[in-house]
T-cell receptor
Framework: DTGVSQDPRHKITKRGQNVTFRCDPISEHNRLYWYRQTLGQGPEFLTYFQNEAQLEKSRLLSDRFSAERPKGSFSTLEIQRTEQGDSAMYLC??????????????FGQGTRLTVV | GQQLNQSPQSMFIQEGEDVSMNCTSSSIFNTWLWYKQDPGEGPVLLIALYKAGELTSNGRLTAQFGITRKDSFLNISASIPSDVGIYFCAGPRAGNNRKLIWGLGTSLAVNP
C-alpha cells in the first residue's frame, strides 16, 4: 500500500447526471476525509469518517452529495444531479488516530470533475 | 471564522535562489502543516510542526512554528526546477482537530 488511491482521476459528465468517486485510504488508517478544491483556492473540508461512522459534514455538502464508508475501509462520494458549480477537484485523505496519537492527513491524487 | 493568510501569493525566482514564504492567522494554532501541490495532483505533506518555536528541516526545506502560535514560515534553500508548485499552509481548527483550515497557497515558479 503506497498511499491514498482515488478513482477515477478525471470525470467529465453532463449536467444533471449522477457521478460516484471512490477512495481507498492507507490501509491502517481509520480516519478518512473528503475535501473539495477549486482553482486558486485551498481545499475545503466536506466530510469525515472515523471507521465506518460519518462524524462530521460541512454545510458545503448539500443534499445532492452523499458519502459512505460501509466497511470502514474504502469510501465513495456520490453527487446527484450534478451542476456546473460542482466542477472541482475532489480530494480524499486519510489519517490514523490511535491511543491518543493522530497522524497527519495524507492525500490522494484527487478526482477532477468537470460538469458540462 | 479562522483564516490563514499566506504570502506572497506568487513568486518567480531563479534556480539556486533561496525562497521564503509565510503563513499567519488571527487565532492560535496548535499544529502547522506545510503541503506542496503539483498541478492536477493532491497535496503532499512536507513538514508538520507541533510546538511553538519548533524549527524542523526536511532536506532543503526548513519550517518554523512561530512563538505566538499565530504564524509559521517555510524556507526552501537552493531552489531547483522541481520545486515548482503551490505551497499551502494548513492547520487543524481549534477545538476540531479533524478539520484542516487552509491558506490560499503560494505559487512558486523557478526559472532554470
Amino acid at each position: 500500500d503506497t498511499g491514498v488511491s482515488q478513482d477515477p482521476r478525471h470525470k467529465i459528465t453532463k449536467r444533471g447526471q449522477n457521478v460516484t468517486f471512490r477512495c481507498d485510504p492507507i490501509s491502517e488508517h481509520n480516519r478518512l476525509y473528503w475535501y473539495r478544491q477549486t482553482l486558486g483556492q485551498g481545499p475545503e473540508f466536506l466530510t469525515y469518517f472515523q471507521n465506518e461512522a460519518q462524524l462530521e459534514k460541512s454545510r458545503l455538502l448539500s443534499d445532492r452529495f452523499s458519502a459512505e464508508r460501509p466497511k470502514g475501509s474504502f469510501s465513495t462520494l456520490e453527487i446527484q444531479r450534478t451542476e456546473q458549480g460542482d466542477s472541482a477537484m475532489y480530494l480524499c485523505a486519510s489519517s490514523l488516530r490511535a491511543g491518543g496519537l493522530n497522524t497527519e492527513a495524507f492525500f490522494g491524487q484527487g478526482t477532477r470533475l468537470t460538469v458540462v | 471564522g479562522q483564516q490563514l493568510n499566506q504570502s506572497p501569493q506568487s513568486m518567480f525566482i531563479q534556480e539556486g535562489e533561496d525562497v521564503s514564504m509565510n503563513c499567519t492567522s488571527s487565532s492560535i494554532f496548535n499544529t502547522w502543516l506545510w503541503y506542496k501541490q503539483d498541478p492536477g495532483e493532491g497535496p503532499v505533506l512536507l513538514i508538520a510542526l507541533y510546538k511553538a518555536g519548533e524549527l524542523t528541516s526536511n532536506g532543503r526545506l526548513t519550517a518554523q512554528f512561530g512563538i505566538t502560535r499565530k504564524d509559521s514560515f517555510l524556507n526552501i534553500s537552493a531552489s531547483i526546477p522541481s520545486d515548482v508548485g503551490i505551497y499551502f499552509c494548513a492547520g487543524p481548527r481549534a477545538g476540531n482537530n479533524r478539520k484542516l483550515i487552509w491558506g490560499l497557497g503560494t505559487s512558486l515558479a523557478v526559472n532554470p
